[in-house]
C-alpha cells in the first residue's frame, strides 16, 4: 500500500443519459421519453430534447411522422417534475420558451404526430396526447387532469383541448373531478384511436405511421395543415386560449390554495382548501 499521502484521484463522472432518444424507422422518427427513474416527468433537459426532435423532423424532408412514446413500462409520462420545479427551475427548453411543455404540446409541426402511450398519462401526459395528431394507447394506461386536486389546473393545453377533443360533458367530469379514466373509456371518448396490449404499443404506433407514410407526404403535410390552421408553425385559432390559459394560471399560482395543494401531498394529508 502506497504511504506517499497523497489524495486518491475520484473517479471521473460519466454524463448523464440524454432526456429523450431519438430512433428512425424507415420514414418515422421515433421519439422516446428517457426518464424513467421519474416516470418521464419533463424537465428543461426533456422539453430541449424532444423540441429538437420535432425540429429535427420538420427540416428534414425523408421524415414524415412522428410516434412519441416513454422510456420504462410503469409511464409514458407523469407530469411536470415537481423536484425540478421545486428548486425554481424552468420547464421550457431554453431559449425556446415558445415550444410550451415538453417542446411539445405548443410546437406546431406540419409531420403527423402519433403519441405511442405505453403507461400512465396523467397531467402532462395526457396534455402531450392531446397535442398529438393521433393516439394509440397501451391496455395498462390511464388518462387524467388531477392538477385541481393540488390547487392548480392543467394549464399545458390540457384544460382547452379536452373541452374541444371530448364529449363536453365527458371532459368537464374529467377536468372538474380530476379523476382519471382507462385506457379502454379514453377509445370509447376517441381520446385515442386503437388500444392495445402494453407489449405492442409501440409497434401498433409504428404501423400506423407507416400506413400515413404510404401516402404522398406532402400532400399529407399539407392536409394537416389546413385540418388544424397552422400557419408558420403556430394554430392562430388557439392563441387566445393559450393567452387566457396563461392568465388564469399566473393568478392561480399566486393563491393560498396553490401553495396548499403541493404541501399537502408532499406532507401527506388532505389539503385544507381555503379558496384564497
Partial sequence: MSSSGAASTPPPTS??????????????????????????????????????????????PDVWAVVLTGAGDRAFCAGADLKALARGESLHAPGHPEWGFAGYVRHAIGKPTIAAVNGLALGGGTELTLASDLAVAADTAAFGLPEVSRGIF??????????????????????LTGE???????????????????????????????????????????????ALGILDGRIPDEESAWAHSDREIRALLATHDAQEGPRAFAEKRSPQWQAR
Fill in 180 to 226: 382519471p379514466v382507462t385506457a379502454a373509456r379514453a377509445l370509447e371518448l376517441d381520446l385515442v384511436n386503437r388500444v392495445v396490449p402494453a407489449a405492442e404499443v409501440v409497434d401498433a404506433a409504428l404501423a400506423l405511421a407507416e400506413r400515413i407514410c404510404a401516402n404522398a407526404p406532402l400532400a399529407v403535410q399539407a392536409s394537416k395543415r389546413v
Fill in 15 to 60: 454524463p448523464p443519459p440524454p432526456a429523450a432518444l431519438t430512433e428512425r424507422h424507415g420514414h418515422t422518427l421515433l421519439v422516446t421519453l428517457n426518464r424513467p427513474h421519474v416516470m418521464n416527468a419533463v424537465d428543461a433537459a426533456l422539453s430541449a430534447a424532444v423540441g429538437g426532435a420535432l425540429e429535427e423532423a420538420e427540416h428534414d
Fill in 154 to 175: 392543467a394549464a399545458a393545453g390540457g384544460v382547452f383541448r379536452l373541452a374541444q377533443q371530448l364529449p363536453r360533458k365527458a371532459a368537464m367530469e374529467m377536468i
